[in-house]
């Protein structure tokens, strides 16, 4: 199995494609989920270039350290990652949380990326929702499974019956994760840091994408557009969070062309 070590702790990863003269994509998931979430993207892209997909940690199969679980240590995590497999130059692209990570790493190292892709991001110093603390709270009070079974209630709700092998992932992907977040003695603890008064200061190409439906990211999503120079903004019609999921072949089409268009102007 593919496992890096970073120190500490390994972190798993998978790897699809070929290494050609092109940057490799790096896929980054939300919090709870792991690689699997991107099988479309890995599947697709797989075919012409080289696609890294990688679990942080408490998730997936990477190691599940005691504490160790703010976004400063996510960011490190990822330098230490790419750093560990020799890629020097990289395309990023990160949902969610691990949108949260991309804007963290593209503030402190973006001379190694290529090109920046936040899809229902979120970002330090968004308050994203009351319900985070509220699943932490049951995670201190009820135990982890409690916790999990909660986080099920918020998230899942969103996919019907239409969209019944989203929400059967999803639920897979809950099922392995460590829960050590939110166990974290430290959680609640770390200082919070604030990127949006620092987001203009992202330079690489940046596209940032949103589904209509997802009415807690779309605001954020507009602001980074709004803060972000040349970047490049998509909402896709009739979709939520997951918008990878959700429309997996416009996804793919918009985002080949976006990193075309990168590589053909760098």
Not at 99 to 124: D, P, Y
Not at 131 to 152: S, T, Y
Not at 231 to 247: C, T, W
Request: aromatic content about 10%; charged content about 30%; overall charge neutral.
């Amino acid at each position: 199995m593919p496992f890096v070590n970073i120190g500490e702790f390994t972190l798993y990863y998978q790897e699809t494609g070929t290494d050609d003269s092109r940057p490799p994509l790096v896929f980054k998931h939300g919090f709870t989920l792991d690689h699997r979430m991107w099988r479309p993207q890995a599947e697709f892209f797989g075919r012409t270039r080289r696609v890294i997909c990688v679990d942080a940690r408490g998730h997936g199969k990477s190691d599940a350290p005691t504490t160790g679980y703010s976004r400063a240590d996510r960011v490190e995590d990822l330098r230490r990652f790419v750093d560990a497999l020799a890629i020097e130059r990289f395309h990023l692209v990160g949902l969610s949380m691990g949108g949260t990570t991309s804007i963290g790493f593209a503030l402190k190292h973006q001379e190694r990326l290529a090109s920046l892709t936040l899809v229902s991001s979120a970002a330090a110093g968004w308050d994203v929702s009351s319900k985070v603390p509220l699943v932490d709270r049951v995670a201190r009070e009820q135990g982890l499974e409690a916790a999990r079974r909660k986080w099920k209630q918020i998230t899942l709700s969103f996919y019907k019956e239409d969209r019944q092998d989203i929400k059967a992932l999803m639920d897979r992907m809950i099922d392995d994760f460590s829960g050590a977040t939110w166990m974290d003695p430290k959680r609640g603890r770390y200082r919070r840091d604030d990127d949006l008064p620092n987001v203009h200061k992202i330079t690489v190409p940046t596209a940032i994408v949103a589904g209509e439906l997802d009415r807690i990211f779309v605001p954020l999503a507009e602001l980074l557009h709004e803060r972000i120079a040349g970047s490049v903004l998509r909402v896709y019609p009739d979709a939520g969070h997951m918008v990878n999921l959700e429309k997996p072949e416009p996804f793919n089409r918009d985002l080949e062309s976006f990193f075309n268009r990168v590589e053909h102007n760098g």
